[in-house]
């Protein structure tokens, strides 16, 4: 399966702390990104990172990538109840359009 | 601006039957792609079109299949449905253009929950 992979598969946490979760990919990639989904529903962009950048922030969010280790991260700061979704890293297969997602990491945020 | 507009959003059907979903992309976006998600496979890539022409395709059997109109509107069509099409489907549209290496964001629907009976 070309599918990537993330870690952990859930993660439940306080209003406050810091969530990480990893993805790894198998594709070379022109760059990764990743979505949050609220339960059921559409997923929404979140930050994109090109092959050629190492680290990338965007407000509470920081995504880090490793292109010799074909892995990524992203890290949400002092989370709050709100950030509890779904989130998912994505990479185009080289040269086409098709997207590939990695597993998911649910994230619960505890008031 | 209005968004990716997916309909139906909820759906009912009886193993045998087709199902056609729509998908109404952003303005001015000419690549709509769409997506399977199960609890069981995640995210699976289905195809993606740009100017009524399909660039790419998934790994799924040919009851699977879609299309593009002028407007950039997007229609899939599952034939002869199996209880294992019982999924949500998505659409996402974005900018990319007709020359490859051009992957940004993609803008999603919220879905169409397909359920098989």
């Known amino acids: 399966s070309q599918q990537g992979e993330e870690d952990p598969q859930a993660l439940s946490i306080q209003e406050g702390e810091n969530a990480t979760m990893n993805c790894s990919y198998k594709?070379?990639?022109?760059?990764l990104q990743w979505y949050r989904q609220n339960s059921g529903r559409g997923l929404v962009h979140l930050i994109l990172i090109r092959s050629n950048e190492r680290e990338k922030h965007s407000g509470r969010l920081r995504v880090t990538l490793d292109t010799s280790k074909k892995s990524s991260s992203l890290l949400i700061t002092a989370s709050r109840a709100a950030d509890t979704a779904s989130y998912f890293c994505?990479?185009?297969?080289?040269?086409?359009?098709?997207?590939?997602f990695g597993t998911g990491t649910r994230l619960k945020v505890l008031a | 601006k209005a968004g990716v507009t997916q309909t139906p959003r909820y759906l009912i059907k009886t193993r045998g039957q087709q199902v056609t979903l729509s998908c109404s992309p952003i303005s001015g976006h000419r690549s709509v792609s769409w997506y399977q998600q199960t609890p069981g496979q995640g995210l699976q890539f289905l195809f993606e079109?740009?100017?009524?022409?399909?660039?790419n395709k998934g790994n799924f059997p040919g009851r699977f299949s879609g299309r593009q109109f002028s407007n950039s509107r997007s229609e899939m069509n599952v034939s002869t449905l199996e209880l294992g099409d019982s999924a949500l489907y998505l659409c996402?549209?974005?900018?990319?253009?007709?020359?490859?290496?051009?992957?940004?964001?993609?803008?999603f629907g919220e879905g169409s929950r397909l359920t098989v009976l």
């Open positions: 996402a549209s974005s900018l990319a253009g007709r020359t490859s290496g051009n992957t940004g964001e993609l803008f």
């Open positions: 594709t070379s990639i022109n760059n």
């Open positions: 079109y740009f100017s009524e022409t399909q660039r």
């Open positions: 994505a990479t185009a297969v080289s040269g086409t359009y098709k997207y590939i």
